[in-house]
T-cell receptor
Framework: KNQVEQSPQSLIILEGKNCTLQ??????????LRWYKQDTGRGPVSLTI?????NTKSNGRYTATLDADTKQSSLHITASQLSDSASYIC????????????FGTGTRLTIIP | NAGVTQTPKFQVLKTGQSMTLQCAQD?????MYWYRQDPGMGLRLIYY???????DKGEVPNGYNVSRLNKREFSLRLESAAPSQTSVYFC????????????FGSGTRLTVV
């Protein structure tokens, strides 16, 4: 069964600090991996999307990495801000053209001043 | 751009009542989706419509029906609501065959008592 596992489940850091969120997956065949940010009471918003051939992608202070060999991804947040408090969801898309998505349960990140 | 618009944002139903969740997108996307999000679980696909005129079951379709009214609109109907259907429901749309442009609505929080 295709699975996406994220760690940690929750994380609290001080404003201005960096952090790294982890994602391991067993989805096959693989098409792409996405990171979404979900604010409380809102829908997920895309941060990055990476295909098999991409091993890093940045979006401002967010940098995602992908190791397709070990089926691992990470999301690094630099110089955290209070507005980064949210859930971060790792999503893997199957290949074969059906675009079936498998969602992780998310990491709940809280930034404290 | 409005993106994906869902109505209502909140709803409380009594067991056995019926209701329809509405979703509309203005991005000219071909594919539309309904997901539910429950605590401690990743988003799960209920139904999807790959293109106007087609609908297919997702991972958790029991108790739901859908209608792809036109290219813009995709509704989700609960015929006889049950407490197990208490959840947050998200509509999404995308361009078929690409991970890019996958956009979520802001969600409908449904409570069945």
């Amino acid at each position: 069964k295709n699975q996406v596992e994220q760690s940690p489940q929750s994380l609290i850091i001080l404003e201005g600090k960096n952090c790294t969120l982890q994602c391991n997956y067993t989805v096959s065949p693989f098409s792409n991996l996405r990171w979404y940010k979900q604010d409380t009471g809102r829908g997920p918003v895309s941060l990055t999307i990476m295909t098999f051939s991409e091993n890093t992608k940045s979006n401002g202070r967010y940098t995602a990495t992908l190791d397709a060999d070990t089926k691992q991804s990470s999301l690094h947040i630099t110089a955290s801000q209070l507005s980064d408090s949210a859930s971060y969801i790792c999503v893997v898309s199957e290949g074969g053209g059906n675009e079936k998505l498998t969602f992780g349960t998310g990491t709940r990140l809280t930034i404290i001043p | 751009n409005a993106g994906v618009t869902q109505t209502p944002k909140f709803q409380v139903l009594k067991t056995g009542q019926s209701m329809t969740l509405q979703c509309a997108q203005d991005m000219n996307h071909n594919s539309m989706y309904w997901y539910r999000q429950d605590p401690g679980m990743g988003l799960r696909l209920i139904y999807y419509s790959a293109s106007e005129g087609t609908t297919d079951k997702g991972e958790v379709p029991n108790g739901y029906n859908v209608s792809r009214l036109n290219k813009r609109e995709f509704s989700l109907r609960l015929e006889s609501a049950a407490p197990s259907q208490t959840s947050v429901y998200f509509c999404a749309s995308s361009v078929v065959g690409t991970g890019y442009g996958y956009t979520f609505g802001s969600g409908t929080r449904l409570t069945v008592v």
